[in-house]
């Protein structure tokens, strides 16, 4: 995760930033506070969630829309250097929680962590939130190479290429103003 956001924030080249902490990390973070505003039981956590989801969704959307307009002006070699980033950083994020020293430190065989992890199911749908978000974008921005397609493959998040990304975010948005109305207060323009 830190070598994620390292690469990103000292690369000079302003688009790998954004790749890296619009469409990447904000990402990540999208899927974290949906879970709160989803399921929490206090109705203020949900509601404090869902604002922060829809002020993060437009710097998500607001990456998007910048890299989208630049990406078709780059050469082939330019493009596919962007798409090995996001390889990379879709790798880390989904391994994020295997924790390998964690689990040597405590004695146990971190194969062994591992195998359960890739079988346990709140690790399977934290995966498929995340990247049905991620995906969504990546394709969107033009980044669908080869390389990015195979490893969607075989993550087996392929099919959330065909979700609207610009729909996805709106939806953010319009849980937001729900909770607005809810409260009595009206809805921002
Ligand atoms: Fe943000």
Not at 38 to 49: A, E, G, I, W
Not at 65 to 74: C, F, S
Not at 138 to 151: A, F
């Amino acid at each position: 995760m830190q070598t994620l956001i390292e690469q990103a924030l000292n690369d000079r080249r302003w688009d790998f930033t954004y790749l890296g902490m619009q469409v990447l990390i904000e990402g990540l973070a999208l899927v974290a506070f949906q879970r709160i505003r989803d399921y929490s039981k206090n109705t203020l956590c949900r509601q404090v969630n869902a604002y922060v989801m829809q002020d993060e969704a437009r710097h998500v959307a607001f990456g998007r829309l910048a890299l989208r307009d630049y990406y078709p002006q780059l050469t082939d070699a330019e493009r596919r250097e962007r798409e090995e980033f996001i390889v990379e950083g879709s790798r880390h994020l989904r391994d994020r929680f295997n924790s390998p020293e964690m689990w040597e430190t405590i004695g146990i065989d971190p194969k062994d962590a591992l195998q359960e992890i890739n079988r346990s199911e709140g690790q399977l749908r934290f995966r498929k939130r995340l990247f049905s978000r991620i995906v969504p974008i990546v394709k969107d921005i033009g980044l669908w190479g080869e390389r990015v397609q195979k490893l969607y493959t075989e993550f087996g998040v392929l099919h959330y290429g065909d979700r609207n990304a610009q729909d996805m975010l709106d939806h953010d948005a319009q849980v937001a103003e729900e909770f607005d109305r809810l409260v009595g207060k009206s809805p921002k323009a």
